[in-house]
């Protein structure tokens, strides 16, 4: 790993709501970045916006984070040496600098705000850590639709700083070394380097994420992703998961290296293997990834995942012991891609009811049902209730009568599960136990 004690870097939301998809992107490649430097996370809130900000999106925004994992090292919660962590609480030192820049002639009144003289002939060019060299003179700084020269206010009419200002002031006193954002303020970089050197102050490393695109190659919309990472939980994706998915969206972790940990992904971070095309946010991935990890969990782990899903369907997960319900969940070798449709995939475990209102048995023929019931009665009576056993007497039976095996095989489980598709299906019977299955199958009137 990297050591370099010295690396700060910030993630700093707006609360005016929910820790959203692309903010948690954001978040946890600044994460990464301290973390394989043994720097230092800072979490800054921006909370200048009068009107919508609010100290319950500010605790949303961070129980957020913690969800996914992103532990930082100072911020409003925890303080630090560098605080106020909230802009709200830091305005003197907005208007401090802001006077200073008064006083040497950098800026003008206009009535209550302070707006700072964007002079021309600037070479305002920056070398950002993912887009390499950008080119910027301070005479593309102009009115929209005029070649003037549109200056930058400092501090609004209303006494509050602007994004463009107060981001400088906070990054410097707080010592950010790198600031790793959005590629949507690529624009505001030059207009921030004038403020670092009207104020002589250094400026620090910048690196630019990525744009996140939908399936459609177009923005985000909400309806594509641009939501909170609470809806992610809530459909039964894991924390790992989106941690995992996250990290891929604009990294290359390696050769085929696609399912990680959070400490596999710390030492393998580097600015350097950011991407500059747009990443795309891809359902199907993230399945794939949460299918990943839910199948490295252990038995009782995956079964805390599972439960809230099964109380929600109403199903009487009390009745059950945890070994048995997590030997359950075991038994389905992986299928499932959230925690949510591994609920759903194993209700018939847990109660009869799901079943019956997925299947009536009404297409089973008189003929049929003559075989079946043959068939049913000698498989319930036998000794060795094993997966092994069952099979075996299966293939038997029908070897001796000519017959195909899933033509008993399919009934059976559509009387046991109500669904085509199950674990096998002996595996199932045993996991049920002899008599559930002989009341399932008579309900049917199959025994």
């Given at each position: 790993?990297?050591?370099?004690?010295?690396?700060?870097?910030?993630?700093?939301?707006?609360?005016?709501?929910?820790?959203?998809?692309?903010?948690?992107?954001?978040?946890?490649?600044?994460?990464?970045?301290?973390?394989?430097?043994?720097?230092?996370?800072?979490?800054?809130?921006?909370?200048?916006?009068?009107?919508?900000?609010?100290?319950?999106?500010?605790?949303?925004?961070?129980?957020?984070?913690?969800?996914?994992?992103?532990?930082?090292?100072?911020?409003?919660?925890?303080?630090?040496?560098?605080?106020?962590y909230r802009q709200s609480e830091r305005l003197d030192l907005y208007r401090q600098y802001a006077r200073q820049l008064l006083d040497e002639g950098r800026a003008y009144r206009d009535g209550e705000a302070i707006v700072f003289k964007v002079e021309p002939g600037q070479d305002l060019s920056f070398d950002d850590c993912v887009y390499g060299r950008i080119e910027s003179m301070s005479d593309g700084l102009k009115e929209k639709d005029s070649e003037k020269l549109k200056d930058i206010v400092l501090i609004k009419s209303d006494g509050m700083p602007t994004y463009n200002y107060a981001v400088v002031v906070d990054d410097h006193l707080m010592a950010i070394t790198h600031v790793i954002r959005g590629e949507d303020h690529i624009s505001n970089t030059p207009k921030q380097i004038l403020i670092y050197r009207a104020l002589g102050w250094e400026t620090p490393r910048f690196a630019h994420l990525p744009m996140i695109l939908g399936k459609d190659k177009k923005k985000l919309s909400k309806r594509l992703g641009a939501t909170s990472v609470y809806e992610y939980r809530d459909l039964g994706y894991m924390p790992d998961s989106v941690f995992n998915f996250l990290a891929l969206l604009g990294w290359f972790a390696g050769d085929d290296h696609e399912i990680f940990t959070r400490q596999e992904a710390a030492d393998l971070f580097e600015l350097s293997r950011v991407t500059r095309k747009p990443a795309v946010l891809d359902v199907d991935k993230l399945n794939f990834i949460n299918q990943e990890h839910l199948k490295r969990l252990d038995p009782m782990t995956r079964l805390a995942m599972v439960r809230p899903f099964w109380e929600a369907m109403g199903l009487p997960v009390k009745e059950h012991g945890d070994e048995w319900l997590a030997e359950a969940l075991t038994l389905m070798e992986g299928r499932g891609r959230t925690a949510r449709e591994m609920a759903e995939f194993t209700d018939y475990f847990l109660s009869f009811e799901p079943v019956k209102a997925r299947w009536d048995g009404s297409?089973?023929?008189?003929?049929?049902?003559?075989?079946?019931?043959?068939?049913?009665?000698?498989?319930?009576?036998?000794?060795?209730?094993?997966?092994?056993?069952?099979?075996?007497?299966?293939?038997?039976?029908?070897?001796?009568?000519?017959?195909?095996?899933?033509?008993?095989?399919?009934?059976?489980?559509?009387?046991?599960?109500?669904?085509?598709?199950?674990?096998?299906?002996?595996?199932?019977?045993?996991?049920?136990?002899?008599?559930?299955?002989?009341?399932?199958?008579?309900?049917?009137?199959?025994?």
């Open positions: 790993m990297t050591e370099n004690k010295n690396v700060r870097v910030r993630f700093a939301p707006s609360p005016t709501g929910a820790l959203h998809i692309g903010g948690g992107h954001t978040a946890l490649f600044n994460w990464l970045w301290a973390r394989h430097t043994g720097g230092r996370f800072i979490l800054r809130v921006e909370d200048t916006d009068r009107v919508r900000s609010t100290k319950e999106y500010e605790e949303t925004i961070m129980s957020g984070m913690r969800w996914l994992g992103l532990d930082w090292d100072e911020g409003p919660d925890r303080g630090g040496d560098y605080g106020p297409a089973l023929t008189a003929d049929e049902r003559g075989l079946l019931k043959e068939f049913f009665a000698a498989m319930t009576s036998l000794s060795d209730w094993t997966p092994a056993g069952l099979e075996a007497f299966a293939r038997s039976w029908t070897a001796e009568r000519n017959v195909k095996m899933k033509d008993y095989a399919m009934p059976l489980r559509w009387a046991l599960t109500g669904m085509k598709v199950s674990p096998g299906i002996f595996d199932v019977a045993v996991h049920l136990g002899r008599d559930e299955v002989k009341r399932r199958l008579s309900h049917y009137g199959l025994i």
